[in-house]
């Protein structure tokens, strides 16, 4: 039961921190509160990518596989309105560069990888909402979801250590590094590359 609640208490920092240290930036001060928004939603959907791997691989101790599974959609799904509030909130207050990033057209390298992350993270959730609609064997649509969902954690990772802004660097970084951790781990975790039956 201790063991329990202390990895629920590290989790709940690991997630915190970096939101916090945000709302510190010094970056904030000339930001308009449309823009601080869309860059939160950013972080949110950061936190939510580490979330994920622990949900899918079920890391986290009191949790049933059926309840590891239906909070995995979730925030999969809030990972979806996080995307969107983020780059909505930045068309709002720059349209220009938000269309050259959606057309990969872009002068600055993170929105490309962004962008990439983004319809990946769509096409993910996708195939989740639709799984029995594909008619895919299970181990083939794991396959395809978890490729998806790696490209997503890939884009999303390469995307926020480019950018030098709201979020600190350290906590960022350390994010950053638990996520792709996490990542590494459930897709050694579930095999998910056995499509076959042994």
Known sequence: MLRQAAVWAALVATLLIPVIAAAFSPYLAWREPIY?????AGIIGMCLLLLQPLLAGRWLPGLSPVNSR???????????VSIVIHVIGL?????PDVVDALLFVSATPFSTWGVTAMWAGFAAAAMGVLRQRLSLR???WRLGHAGL?????????VHAMLIEGTMEVMTKTALCGLVL???VRTLA?????????R
């Open 138 to 140: 299970f181990r083939v």
């Open 189 to 197: 975790r579930l095999r998910v590359w056995e499509v076959h039956r």
């Open 36 to 40: 601080i928004l869309a860059g939160f």
């Open 149 to 157: 969902a790696s490209a997503t954690m890939l884009g999303s990772l």
């Open 181 to 183: 951790l996490a990542s």
């Open 70 to 80: 239906h909070w995995h959609r979730r925030c999969g799904l809030a990972l979806v």
């Open 91 to 95: 068309w709002i207050t720059s349209p």
